[in-house]
């Protein structure tokens, strides 16, 4: 973090205390990072700074991006763009789903939460103040969605094998038409596991390069969650991103994964069900049959 030795030798009672020395001799810093050192100096404990920050933001991203769904499906407003309009959850699911969920999260995730800034720091994270710059939080961040896709491509795909789901991933098909909350409604074994690619990937580029910041890992965690939570929505929209990128998954490939249960193993994007055949759609189908079809006449 920014230590000031002028700063920091008289320590204010509040937050706002913090926030006001800082911004006084430290004009130079945005307010993010105004913000961000306060919290930290204010904590004087920077594990339990990181740990409260990263639970926090992860608990209200998650569920602030589920209750728009929430919202719709209880409503109806959208139904006609339900691509399992004949499949909608009861407020009883949803609200076994968030309970099920939040304890998840208080005692799956929660722990490897609060160890995440020692382990961070081993492998050389930053959490100190200025901010990157946009340009290498957005190469970072997309280079982090390949690299999770392509984890949660292949675990995803092994859980599949029937051992493995039946004693793991056969929860989080408990909904044959997701919807937002159900996006981390999984085995706690499951909730490592894939896990893994969103937290390991990112902590597997510092130790390699030197170059992360805290505020990147941030920033890539919210993304992902709002790419998970929405391709569970159960919503296909004319408006919907994967129209404007082809390669992008979206929910109309993830719905179908839920109500088939086979296929469709990404998490962000096509390629590697396109690359691998796994791919299940419609066009899908036509093309793997166009080719058998070919081989036959050869």
């Given at each position: ?196 690619g969103t937290v390991g990937c990112p902590i597997l580029w510092c130790a390699i390069t030197g170059d992360l910041h805290i505020f990147t890992m941030y920033v890539w965690i919210v993304l992902r969650l709002f790419q998970a939570v929405d391709s569970h929505s159960g919503y296909e929209f ?61």
């Amino acid at each position: 973090m920014l230590r000031n030795s002028t700063l920091f030798s008289e320590t204010p009672v509040t937050y706002w205390g913090q926030f006001d020395d800082i911004s006084k001799y430290n004009p130079q810093l945005n307010v993010v990072e105004r913000l961000w050192t306060a919290w930290y100096a204010w904590m004087q404990n920077d594990v339990l700074a990181t740990g409260i920050m990263s639970f926090v933001m992860h608990e209200l991203v998650y569920f602030g991006r589920s209750l728009p769904w929430i919202l719709i499906d209880s409503t109806g407003f959208l139904k006609n763009y339900k691509i399992q309009n004949n499949k909608i959850p009861s407020v009883r699911e949803q609200w076994d789903c968030a309970k099920f969920v939040l304890l998840s999260h208080f005692t799956v995730e929660l722990p490897q939460i609060w160890l995440f800034h020692p382990m961070a720091q081993f492998f050389g994270l930053s959490t100190s103040v200025p901010f990157p710059s946009v340009w290498t939080m957005a190469y970072q961040i997309a280079v982090f969605f390949v690299l999770e896709d392509t984890w949660h491509y292949f675990s995803h795909r092994a859980l599949h094998w029937g051992p493995l789901y039946k004693a793991i991933h056969k929860i989080h098909h408990q909904y044959s038409a997701p919807f937002g909350m159900a996006a981390e409604y999984a085995s706690p074994i499951e909730v490592m596991i894939l896990g893994f690619g969103t937290v390991g990937c990112p902590i597997l580029w510092c130790a390699i390069t030197g170059d992360l910041h805290i505020f990147t890992m941030y920033v890539w965690i919210v993304l992902r969650l709002f790419q998970a939570v929405d391709s569970h929505s159960g919503y296909e929209f004319p408006w919907s991103l994967h129209h404007f990128l082809p390669f992008w998954a979206g929910a109309d490939h993830h719905d179908l994964h839920h109500e088939k249960f086979v296929g469709n193993y990404s998490s962000s994007f096509r390629w590697w069900d396109y690359l691998l055949n796994t791919e299940y759609s419609l066009e899908a189908s036509q093309r793997r049959r166009e080719d058998k079809e070919s081989k036959k006449a050869q």
